[in-house]
């Protein structure tokens, strides 16, 4: 069951119903959908997927999806999910136009790393970036994510892989001095 998450200025919750035209919005604002998935969708394609959320998602409790809230109105999407493009997990997110700009972006990568780190028990999280999304590159980099591969996609265009390791470290016990 996806959980609820807080930051100082963001509130991270299962979607409820309601919230679909909201999603619809997001995703059909070619600001944002240029970076997500294959692109811009139809309506009816965002459509489908938010109901997937609710029939497959969380039915199922495939992986954890939110809604993002700022002030109580949805700014935002974000998932954390396995992935066979990166062999592990991987975070997606995504703010509305209204929300660039004010620093809740690393907000909320930070929140959904820390949930793959900390309630997952993940040793690394994995982004996945289209060469052009300058913003993200930048923002996931200045977060502590490293570059590792590059995709070449079918239309020629490059996705970048990278990867944020836990910072956890595993320590061994300190060695007896030598007593027998």
């Not at 811009?40 to 495939?62: C, H, N």
């Not at 209204?98 to 028990?121: K, P």
């Not at 690394?124 to 200045?142: D, F, G, I, Q, Y």
């Not at 970048?160 to 956890?168: A, M």
């Amino acid at each position: 069951m996806t959980p609820t998450l807080r930051t100082e200025r963001l509130l991270l919750e299962p979607y409820i119903p309601e919230d679909e035209e909201g999603f619809v919005a997001l995703f059909q604002d070619t600001r944002v959908s240029r970076w997500m998935g294959d692109g811009p969708a139809s309506e009816a394609a965002v459509r489908a997927l938010f109901g997937r959320i609710f029939t497959k998602v969380y039915a199922q409790d495939l992986f954890d999806v939110w809604a993002i809230r700022r002030d109580g109105h949805l700014v935002g999407h974000a998932e954390i999910k396995p992935s066979d493009v990166v062999a592990g997990h991987e975070i997606i997110y995504a703010l509305a136009p209204t929300a660039w700009g004010s620093g809740l972006g690393t907000e909320l990568a930070e929140a959904v790393i820390a949930h793959g780190f900390d309630a997952l028990g993940l040793t690394e999280v994995h982004a996945t970036v289209a060469a052009p999304n300058k913003a993200s590159l930048t923002l996931l980099s200045r977060i502590g994510f490293e570059h590792v591969r590059d995709i070449e996609e079918d239309d020629g265009s490059t996705t970048g892989v990278l990867v944020r390791r836990s910072q956890t470290t595993v320590t061994s016990p300190p060695r007896s001095a030598g007593h027998r």
